[in-house]
């Protein structure tokens, strides 16, 4: 009975070791040359493997196995440069969590806005909580990158491409800008609201996200929540605001869940309730 226990948890211990290895694999491989290079190794591999399998070739199978030790020499070979980069990470502590972390993103986010109400640059961001927005992700173009407010400042100045519409925060990645947002159709609203204040609304009341907009006209900081907006706020205010609706645990952990939804249920995606052309102006 004691030799079954100490099996079973030497399997369970190997299988959280392997799955620690690869996350940590896949998050240093990710969105580089490498994962490609890996992930098209992976496929011959995994095709000889099952051909020697379903139709007993033992010749190949012979090979695959006297080549695996060669195998092995080329990959390190191919991946020098991440494997270096792995072990430099993993010196100085940031590959496990250690090292010094960025801001929380709300803080971020308040330093992002209050540059572009300082240039009057108009700005339309919406920060995904538990509703997802994949709808709306798909009328714009995907960008998937890290949160830093030099990419916000470059997206919304007005010579660039994808400075009209939204930009879509999911956790700390920028998930995809030039999104378009519902128009909320209420008629009692001030008349000066621009369109990008009536989409910020319009999203809020279908939707749980929160979205922050900026007047291109006059540099005002609004936030748009639950059906309701408030207007010309200060950079701390928001900022206090930001903090209350998106502490960073309950941002991780909506950032996480999202991606195992998208791992469990591939590039399925929720129909776009939005069939607007405005692009959303000042």
Wanted: proline share 4%; glycine share 10%.
């Amino acid at each position: 009975m004691w030799t079954f226990l100490q099996l079973d948890w030497g399997d369970a211990l190997q299988i959280v070791i392997l799955a620690v290895l690869l996350y940590y694999a896949s998050r240093l491989l990710r969105g580089t040359r490498g994962a490609q290079m890996l992930l098209g190794l992976s496929i011959v591999i995994l095709t000889l493997i099952g051909l020697t399998i379903v139709f007993n070739l033992e010749v190949l199978a012979w090979l695959l196995g006297t080549l695996s030790v060669y195998v092995a020499v080329c990959l390190v070979v191919i991946f020098q440069p991440e494997i270096r980069r792995a072990l430099s990470m993993l010196g100085g502590g940031s590959l496990l969590g250690g090292g010094p972390r960025p801001a929380p993103v709300a803080e971020r986010l308040a330093e992002s806005v209050g540059r572009l109400s300082a240039l009057r640059h108009g700005a339309l961001i919406a920060i995904e909580r538990d509703i997802a927005l994949k709808g709306f992700l798909e009328s714009g173009v995907p960008l998937d990158a890290p949160f830093v407010p030099e990419l916000l400042l470059t997206i919304f100045h007005p010579r660039t491409p994808l400075h009209d519409g939204g930009v879509v925060l999911r956790g700390d990645r920028v998930l995809a800008a030039r999104c378009l947002f519902p128009l909320t159709q209420r008629i009692d609203l001030d008349g000066e609201l621009g369109t990008r204040h009536r989409a910020a609304l319009g999203l809020s009341e279908e939707t749980d996200a929160v979205v922050v907009v900026v007047s291109e006209e006059t540099g005002a900081v609004g936030v748009a929540h639950g059906g309701r907006i408030f207007r010309d706020l200060t950079v701390e205010r928001l900022r206090r605001y930001l903090e209350a609706l998106l502490p960073e645990r309950r941002v991780r952990d909506i950032a996480w869940r999202r991606t195992l939804e998208d791992f469990v249920f591939g590039e399925h995606r929720v129909p776009s309730s939005n069939g607007r052309e405005d692009r959303h102006g000042a």
